[in-house]
């Protein structure tokens, strides 16, 4: 017994020595990479007299090349170009390898600059880590933001993040399709409803829906709940701090999206198509709408769908319900992505000046709407060049000539579990594998 | 006489004859359905994004869209990355091979007091899922500052593969005869000797198997490589096919390149190394 103990403790302190050894060789093999973070520190410091500085970017945009990515990186190449002493590293990484990231960057050190979500499902967490650095929100006064853009960036009265784009719940359209057949655009959900059957009979798909993901159906459902109520967002924060979804509100409008699917508005298995499978039975010419956010608005100018379908795509946003509290202009629109500092970074005068620069007006929203990669959250009128497509002309009049917006979207407003459950268990209420109150009770679970 | 036998020959023959055309079928058509993912992912990298979305199986694509590849070597930076995988995939698999061997004969053939509970613990590792140990090893690394250095991938990719490797070297010296150590022994050798020069030509096999697994287990990994990594310098290849995914949808053509290009390697590994892992395998799963 004795002796086994003794072998124990040595094995142990042979362990022990051998690790610590290795840790020392580590240690010194990664000297490399300790001096190059020694340099960024002397660099911060000199940061005010001009010397070399490093901002590390940390962004949800992998693809550099098109869309929002591309335009995030214009907006680097500028700054560098107009600040030589800077040096811009992008680190880019697609949303679920983000946010994972995203978590361990927050116990070790965020990077200067970091892509955000201004949703509670997300920023919640991050703010009660304090990663995140105070904003002046004076100090953006005279940039244009939408009014109510910056309020899901808040906490506290305090500005800890700036919007990054305006999205809009619509249906996309193929004018031409409705013309030959002679359909015209709903004016009521049951208008819409009653669709289904002759384009059906047409042999086409009504309306192509992304139900694989689940948040497309959130945004639907949150939709309804909007033309429903005229107003969720107080009812569903109650929901979400009593885990009581009896509202008739979430009742009726669960019932109005199923029964949309029960009409056979959506496309056989959208419960489990993807983004890109829904998205091309539309370009495609198979479907006559496509449910999705106004940043697709760049189908208009997409070399690659057939010009036919391209040059005919228009839009409408969701139609009133009967005895519904909103009215045909009051829209489901939210402002999702955009950009925070952190609050440790080292170079932080410096990552703030960057920030700023992102939101000057000839920025983000003109390159953003040179680009076709959606609305700013920025007034973006001056931008207007007459050249837009006709589809861009319709959006921007739908956000114009809104008479209110709901904010962001029901799925966004709880935290990260809230979401699982509400995105995971909406296709199942909607084909009818659970009925409403399970997916109500399910959802209302996530949040005890 | 010599008639009937010539007949029997002859329906003999065509007996083996119609039973080889059959073993022949059967193996077309399996065959067909290994290589039908691969066929599959060539022939929609020639494709353009929009004719993805067909109801058919494959594509015939109105014409080939070789700028795919073009757009994946350039855009993707292919070369960097693959660059990249080869080398750390390359030491890993070295690593692998060597610490497993030593480990293995020190297990199974030395006699120390705890070999035995040695082995055990080195083998528990199998047991531990690899992303549960995703940010505590994070926030390991960048105490010891070795984030974003090769060490951050090589170091768990050797850790993860060893057990794997390590249950099947121990089995492979198993079945090396004692009695050709002994006489090593008799004649002088020491034990590195033994273990370079003796043991492991006998288990060549086991080698080309550990190694097969360990590269090929690694080579697609992506969660850790992103965690740990974050400038392009150690970056791998399934970073690759990241640089063309979009915020809400992805360039899918060019994706479906990298795909192939990424799959390339990994084949051409197989296939040179394949011979030996069918036999490998088999041996081991004897022997254990």
């Known amino acids: 017994m004795k002796r086994k103990l003794v072998s124990v403790v040595l094995a142990t302190t042979m362990l022990a020595t051998m690790v610590t050894g290795c840790g020392g060789k580590d240690n010194s093999s990664a000297d490399g990479a300790a001096g190059t973070e020694k340099s960024d520190d002397s660099g911060s410091n000199g940061g005010a007299s001009g010397d070399a500085v490093t901002l590390k970017v940390y962004s949800n945009l992998p693809d550099r090349n098109n869309g929002q990515g591309l335009v995030e990186q214009m907006i680097i190449d500028d700054y560098m170009e107009e600040n030589p002493n800077v040096t811009i590293e992008v680190e880019a990484l697609d949303e679920e390898a983000y946010k994972t990231k995203f978590k361990a960057y927050s116990m070790e050190g965020m990077p200067d600059v970091v892509s955000i979500w201004g949703q509670p499902s997300f920023l919640d967490e991050v703010l009660d880590a304090g990663v995140l650095a105070e904003l002046n929100e004076a100090d953006y006064a005279d940039y244009g933001f939408l009014d109510g853009s910056l309020e899901g960036f808040k906490k506290d009265g305090k500005l800890y993040g700036l919007p990054r784009n305006t999205d809009v719940a619509v249906f996309y359209y193929n004018q031409k399709i409705f013309d030959d057949n002679g359909w015209s655009v709903p004016e009521t959900y049951d208008d819409l409803l009653a669709l289904a059957g002759p384009i059906k009979d047409a042999g086409l798909i009504p309306v192509a829906m992304d139900g694989g993901d689940g948040w497309p159906m959130a945004v639907y459902l949150s939709d309804l709940m909007f033309k429903i109520t005229g107003d969720y967002h107080q009812t569903a924060l109650d929901a979400l701090a009593n885990a009581d979804f009896s509202d008739p509100a979430f009742t009726e409008a669960t019932q109005l999206m199923k029964d949309a699917a029960d009409a056979g508005l959506f496309q056989n298995g959208y419960d489990s198509q993807d983004y890109g499978t829904a998205m091309n039975l539309f370009t495609n010419g198979q479907a006559a709408m496509f449910y999705m956010g106004s940043w697709e608005t760049s189908m208009a100018t997409n070399e690659d769908i057939p010009e036919e379908v391209r040059e005919n795509i228009r839009v409408f946003t969701m139609p009133v319900v009967k005895?519904?509290?909103?009215?045909?202009?009051?829209?489901?629109?939210?402002?999702?992505?955009?950009?925070?500092?952190?609050?440790?970074?080292?170079?932080?005068?410096?990552?703030?000046?960057?920030?700023?620069?992102?939101?000057?007006?000839?920025?983000?929203?003109?390159?953003?709407?040179?680009?076709?990669?959606?609305?700013?959250?920025?007034?973006?009128?001056?931008?207007?060049?007459?050249?837009?497509t006709e589809l861009q002309k319709q959006i921007v009049d739908i956000v114009s000539q809104s008479t209110k917006v709901s904010g962001t979207t029901i799925n966004d407003l709880g935290p990260a579990a809230f979401k699982t459950a509400i995105e995971s268990q909406i296709q199942g209420v909607s084909n009818g594998t659970i009925t409403i109150d399970e997916f109500l009770t399910g959802i209302a679970d996530s949040v005890k | 006489m010599s008639r009937e036998k010539t007949i029997s020959n002859a329906k003999s023959k065509k007996d083996k004859q119609s039973r080889k055309i059959i073993l022949w079928i059967v193996l077309i058509l399996v065959a067909i359905i290994q290589l039908f993912p691969l066929i599959w992912l060539v022939d929609f990298s020639l494709a353009s994004s929009n004719e993805m979305f067909t109801s058919g199986l494959l594509i015939i694509p109105k014409k080939i869209q070789w700028g795919n590849y073009k757009t994946a070597f350039v855009d993707g930076h292919f070369l960097l990355y693959l660059k990249n995988s080869i080398l750390i995939n390359g030491l890993a698999v070295i690593l692998v091979i060597v610490v497993s061997i030593m480990a293995g004969f020190a297990c199974r053939r030395m006699k120390w007091k705890l070999s035995g509970f040695v082995k055990t613990l080195l083998l528990m590792g199998m047991m531990i899922p690899i992303h549960a140990?995703?940010?505590?090893?994070?926030?390991?690394?960048?105490?010891?500052?070795?984030?974003d250095t090769i060490w951050a991938l090589l170091i768990p990719y050797v850790a993860f593969s060893l057990p794997q490797g390590l249950f099947l070297m121990t089995s492979f010296i198993e079945a090396v005869p004692v009695e050709i150590e002994e006489a090593a022994v008799m004649d002088g050798c020491g034990i590195f000797r033994i273990i370079v020069q003796i043991v492991t030509p006998m288990i060549r096999t086991s080698i080309a198997t550990v190694a097969i697994m360990t590269f090929l287990n690694n080579w697609n990994e992506f969660m850790m490589a992103s965690t740990y990594l974050s400038s392009p310098t150690w970056k791998t290849l399934p970073f690759s096919v990241l640089e063309f995914t979009g915020q809400y949808s992805s360039n899918y053509a060019v994706q479906f390149a990298v795909m192939a290009l990424t799959a390339a390697p990994a084949v051409i590994v197989y296939v040179l190394l394949n011979k030996y892992i069918t036999k490998g395998v088999a041996m081991g799963a004897v022997k254990g």
Do not use: H
């Not at chain 1, 519904?324 to 952190?342: L, R």
């Not at chain 1, 609305?375 to 001056?382: F, G, V």
């Open chain 1, 323 to 388: 005895d519904g509290k909103a009215t045909a202009t009051d829209i489901e629109a939210w402002n999702g992505g955009g950009y925070a500092v952190s609050a440790n970074s080292e170079v932080k005068d410096e990552a703030i000046k960057f920030l700023n620069y992102m939101y000057q007006p000839d920025k983000l929203s003109k390159y953003g709407w040179e680009n076709g990669v959606g609305m700013s959250a920025q007034d973006q009128s001056a931008y207007m060049t007459g050249d837009e």
């Open chain 2, 133 to 147: 140990t995703l940010l505590p090893n994070f926030k390991i690394y960048s105490k010891l500052g070795l984030t």
